[in-house]
């Protein structure tokens, strides 16, 4: 059975250790776990991933954040991956730093990104993994404030709850998404 792990975030140097592109951090963390590596293909770098049976490809798409949709779209139709079967991965200013939140449909809750997913698919129904990443900025310097790099401080705890993200993703794909969120969602 295959999976579709969409991990959100800008390409190019500038944008690589930012908030706004945890999405990538955390699929970079579960390729290096898996020795896999990524390969520039159409909309997106992918590798694939095996765990307890089941296949997981790891797509960072290449559209920038705003049309991650078209990503989204061609790997569910070229891998042969049902909707249900992909989890998108993502930043989240409304929940503090490190805390996870998995649900399987939602709002875009003003993320460009999941909002052209939504807006590509014709649905809000696919499962999505928020990373929280605080909203400490001030008013009217939010996108400063995900286009840089964690602080001092969250960088102590980052790779642990970067390792979290990634086996709640491995969970998603091995227990389904309810009893997943039974377990992310309460910590």
């Known amino acids: 059975m295959k999976f579709l792990v969409m991990a959100l975030g800008n390409i190019g140097p500038e944008y690589a250790n930012t908030r706004h592109n945890i999405g990538f951090m955390v699929a970079d963390y579960l390729a290096a776990k898996h020795d896999a590596q990524f390969e520039l293909k159409r909309h997106a770098f992918v590798t694939e991933i095996k765990h307890k049976g089941k296949t997981l490809v790891l797509v960072k798409p290449t559209t920038y954040m705003n049309l991650s949709g078209k990503a989204a779209a061609h790997y569910l139709t070229s ?27 939602g709002s875009a809750g003003g993320h460009n990104g999941l909002k052209h997913i939504q807006e590509t698919l014709g649905t809000d129904e696919y499962a999505r993994l928020r990373f929280g990443v605080d909203a400490n900025f001030p008013k009217g310097r939010q996108v400063d404030y995900v286009l840089n790099p964690f602080s001092a401080d969250e960088q102590i705890d ?10 709640a993703i491995l969970s998603f794909a091995t227990i389904g998404l309810e009893r997943t969120m039974n377990v992310v969602n309460t910590k």
């Open 79 to 105: 891998e042969k991956i049902a909707k249900e079967n992909m989890v998108v991965v993502t930043d989240d200013l409304a929940l503090p730093f490190g805390k996870l939140r998995l649900k399987g449909k």
């Open 158 to 167: 980052l790779s642990l709850r970067i390792e979290k993200a990634a086996e």
